[in-house]
């Protein structure tokens, strides 16, 4: 796999070695798309544990379905760091080992040989967990040619990931910037609730840094269509019907789907596709609470990305013009600067959380973005 300007990595032939034998085109799921029932179930869960729910992104779903499978002989595999932060795919044999696995990385997994050591778990009769975009799950099925039963897959719902390059360069201007090694980065820390989108990231000299998509030049990128690899403009494995057994997401709209007050903890969105889904959340039913919701509502309400791909912010490819040459905040800066204005909301946010202000400002927020949509529905827009 071959980086490219932008940081993406790319399969680059040895064509002294390449028979054209062809396999590589066969297996390919952007070839060859599947259509895939959309008869799904949908529902709202969390977890029991509220530590593990603070860890986790929305609900804490993954550790939910991960903790029962790993009791069940299961090994997991999902995305961790490696030792200079590099978002890699790692195998879990024991709870503690889902620790760095909780959390979403919004920056493309390097998945390594990871496909290949599945093949031969499954030929040695383990039972495998694969967790991962949607991409990775089809690229895994295709690579094995069908999906065993001992492999059960769950996907998430993606926005889109931002290159490895990216994240690299990220890393390099904050140890800079902090003198110290990064050791740990969570980007949808709960420092301000569910709700809130902040990037923490922890350094060896034990400072930490927190910052919301305002901020902080990563997150930024991310959350404004910067930084994503192209072909997620475009996304091919969009849609309710799905080759995994269950998808994961975000649940933003709890007290609108359930009429239940929303604590700000967090609670994931699932999508449930197959018998063995069923089969997996009926058997974490007693670790969690569990909220049946008509998909079709589930989707309107929280899954804007399950069927629309995001589109590209219009200076996008300005930016990975410009970060390949200097620091993602310089390049940032160019584009779109981060300004006074914006540190000074920052730190604002800590009192308006701390006072309770924080639910009323995001209801007022949620006003206009709810007409934003409704403008750009009837000007016929794609979302
Ligand atoms: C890149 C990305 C984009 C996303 N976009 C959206 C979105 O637009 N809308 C939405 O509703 N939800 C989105 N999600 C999903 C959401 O953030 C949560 O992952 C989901 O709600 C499950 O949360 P949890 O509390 O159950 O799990 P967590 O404990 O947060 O579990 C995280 C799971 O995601 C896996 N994971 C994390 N990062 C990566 C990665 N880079 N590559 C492969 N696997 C990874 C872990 O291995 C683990 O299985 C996205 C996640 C990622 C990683």
Request: with cysteine; aromatic share 10%; hydrophobic share 35%.
């Amino acid at each position: 796999m071959v980086p490219d300007r932008e940081g993406f990595l790319y399969p680059g032939v040895d064509m002294d070695k390449c028979v054209s034998c062809g396999l590589c085109e066969k297996v390919c799921p952007i070839l060859h798309r599947e259509h895939h029932e959309e008869k799904t179930e949908g529902y709202i869960i969390r977890y029991k544990d509220e530590k593990i729910v603070e860890e986790s992104t929305s609900g804490g779903a993954f550790t939910a379905f991960a903790t029962y499978l790993l009791s069940k002989g299961y090994v997991v595999y999902g995305a961790g760091y490696g030792k200079e932060m590099q978002v890699v795919y790692k195998m879990a044999s024991k709870p503690e080992e889902l620790h760095e696995m909780r959390g979403s990385k919004f920056v493309q997994s390097t998945l390594g040989n990871t496909f290949r050591t599945i093949k031969k778990q499954l030929k040695e009769s383990k039972k495998v967990l694969f967790t991962g975009t949607p991409c990775q799950v089809s690229g895994l099925i295709r690579y094995l040619g069908s999906k065993p039963e001992t492999l059960i897959c769950i996907d998430f719902v993606c926005r889109g990931v931002p290159s490895p390059g990216l994240w690299k360069n990220y890393v390099t201007m904050m140890e800079k910037k902090y003198n110290a090694k990064m050791v740990g980065a969570r980007f949808k820390h709960k420092t301000y609730g569910y709700h809130a989108t902040t990037m923490k990231i922890d350094f060896a000299n034990g400072k930490s840094w927190y910052g919301s998509g305002r901020v902080d030049p990563m997150m930024k990128a991310f959350v404004s269509e910067m930084a994503s690899r192209p072909s997620c403009h475009a996304c091919a494995f969009k849609g309710a019907g799905r080759q995994s057994d269950i998808t994961m997401f975000d649940c933003y709209e709890f007290s609108k789907l359930t009429g239940m007050e929303d604590d700000g903890k967090g609670y994931s969105s699932v999508l449930v596709h197959s018998q063995t889904g069923k089969k997996l959340l009926h058997a974490v039913e007693g670790d969690v609470c569990k909220i049946p919701v008509p998909t079709d509502r589930l989707i309107h309400e929280n899954g804007i990305m399950v069927c629309n791909s995001a589109r590209p912010h219009e200076k996008r490819n300005v930016f990975y013009d410009a970060a390949s040459v200097m620091s993602i905040d310089k390049a940032i800066q160019k584009i779109a600067p981060i300004t006074i204005r914006d540190y000074i909301i920052e730190k604002a946010k800590r009192i308006i959380f701390l006072t309770g202000t924080m639910k009323y400002i995001r209801k007022l927020k949620k006003k206009q973005n709810v007409k934003i949509v409704k403008q750009e529905r009837q000007s016929g827009e794609q979302l």
